[in-house]
């Protein structure tokens, strides 16, 4: 009698000879980068260091796609906009110490936004960790220490038979809801060592499914079913999971108007008849998602730019769908659905009722009616064309990337994505430089799809560096950079507040000059010419620059 546990699937005499016979002289470092390709890499992004030679020297042997930016924190970046555009885990290949430090705002800004960052870093060599103080170059007590809190997960490989399954552990990890990224370290000594071990094939690391339990989501149908008043708010866990398909129907069945967050842009058809686009940070849309009887919020954790700086008190019931299980209930009280987004909209589709509701769209009007006629009353149009032109001139599938800057401010409440998932900034965590080299990430996940980068000129400043890189592979991107003199926003900001402004003055370069030093062709535009430069730029192969010297100032905030 034959029993499941005596069904071993037995190597045929070929693979049986190959793991005899490993080719030689192969060692740690391949092991990373058999494991990688296995689970299916193509691309990496990072820079070497010392410790991490013998990772690079396999790189250099393989046929992975190795894409090196000029600092660590950009080629996080890079990879996360890698992982958002295409969703597969990238790996990340860092250096240890002062290298691996580099990269934490672009990990934190990667687990803000859900990105599979798979960072890969070298240590010190195995007699160094433990938390002596040996000496090593670019020694830290507890190195992973410094990425736990930012990252999903921490993996640790202190032998050449560990890394295969270390990796694909880690793998895993990213790439489970909600995708984010996720550590990997290993000494110098055990990347530069040579193994016997044979060549690493037939890994698997597959995701975790992240499904939503039954009993809630029928809960949730019958809340939104026999609902007077429902409405959606949509955030980035649509746009993560694919979802935006799933979100249309069940609005249109619900007949439930949709509001995007701005990590949530083109989750849904900005002129649809129940599209409340994203003005998120407008008095009259608050008031309007208080008023809702029944709101049902997939993928946000209604944190401070999703309830207009923590002005939002739902007066209704309230269904959170989130990955996250940290989000959920983490600003209101609701009725919490651990699951990927896709995953519940598909369980609610299947057991909602139809429901007609023919005064959604009138009432949609009427509250982006009601936020035009506040606009109107500022002298803000300005800035609002600029958004119009940038609009124009961008191919509607192609990807843009925002830097913190006065205008992206603008493009999250008013710019129109047109699709999911090609409209990206730094709004997750916040930190300047993000949009250049993000683009460049872009580029290289699509080749032959025109990028845009909008930068202001502080921002412009963290990545310049980056146009040799752009040069050096000749990306697709076009690099809108808005030169207002200073940090603008941070300018506008103090001044409100304190009556002046310190620290927001800055000596920048001729930036086009500068880009043309990198050989990146460069143009000087103005507002009423953007339009047809950035068109010419985007149509035209290769890097560009197109610098907008332009004072813009922000409409008036409604949570004061």
Known sequence: MTHDHDLVLRPTEAQTAAALAPPPGRTGGDLVVETLRSLGATTVFGLPGQHALGLFDAVGRSDLHLVGLRTENNAGFAADAYGRITGEAVPLLLSTGPGALMALPALA????????????????????????????????RDQSASFRDVVKSVHSARTPSQIPSVVAEAWESALTAPHGPVWVEIPEDVLRAETFIPQV????????ELAPRP????????????????V?????????SDAAGKLKQLAERLGAPVVTTFGGKGAFPWT???????????????????????LLVVGSGLGELSSNY????????????????????????????????????????????????????????????????????????LERSLLTSIRSALPARSPSFWDMTILSYWAWS??????????????????????????????????????????GDGGAMYSIAELATARQHDLDVTWLI?????????????????????????????????????????????????AADLKKALATPGPSVVVLPALLKMFAPTHI
């Not at 009993?215 to 429902?230: D, G, I, K, M, N």
């Not at 959606?232 to 993560?240: D, E, L, Q």
Request: charged share 20%; hydrophobic share 40%.
């Open 109 to 140: 800004e990667a687990a803000a936004a859900s990105a599979p960052v798979l960072a890969i870093s070298s240590q010190v060599p195995v007699a160094g960790l433990g938390g002596g103080r040996r000496g090593h170059l670019h020694e830290l």
């Open 201 to 208: 094939t037939g890994m698997d690391a597959t995701p975790h």
């Open 215 to 230: 009993e809630l989501t029928a809960v949730a149908a019958h809340w939104l079913s026999s609902a007077e008043r429902p």
């Open 232 to 240: 959606i708010i949509a955030g980035g866990g649509v746009v993560r």
């Open 272 to 294: 649809h008849p129940l599209s409340l686009q994203s003005w998120l940070e407008d008095r009259h849309m608050t008031d309007f998602l208080e008023d809702a009887d029944v």
């Open 310 to 381: 923590h002005t939002f008190f739902p007066t209704g019931r309230v269904v959170q769908i989130d990955a996250d299980l940290g989000k959920l209930e983490s600003n209101h009280p609701a009725l919490g659905i651990h699951a990927d987004a896709r995953l519940a909209l598909q369980a609610l589709l299947e057991t909602v009722s139809e429901r007609e509701d023919p005064a959604a769209p009138e009432r949609v009007r009427l509250v982006l009616d009601d936020i035009e006629a506040r606009l109107a009353t500022q002298d803000v149009s």
């Open 414 to 455: 008013a710019f129109d994505a047109k699709h999911p998932n090609t409209m990206h900034s730094a709004q997750g965590a916040g930190g300047l430089g993000y949009a250049f080299p993000a683009a460049l990430g872009a580029c290289v996940a699509e080749p032959g799809t025109p990028v845009l980068a909008v930068s």
């Open 482 to 530: 808005v030169d207002d003199g200073g940090y603008g926003i941070l300018r506008e900001y103090m001044t409100q507040s304190f009556g002046s402004a310190t620290g927001t003055e800055l000596t920048r370069p001729d930036f086009a000059a500068l880009a043309e030093s990198f050989d990146v062709p460069a143009t000087t535009t103005t507002p009423e010419s953007l």
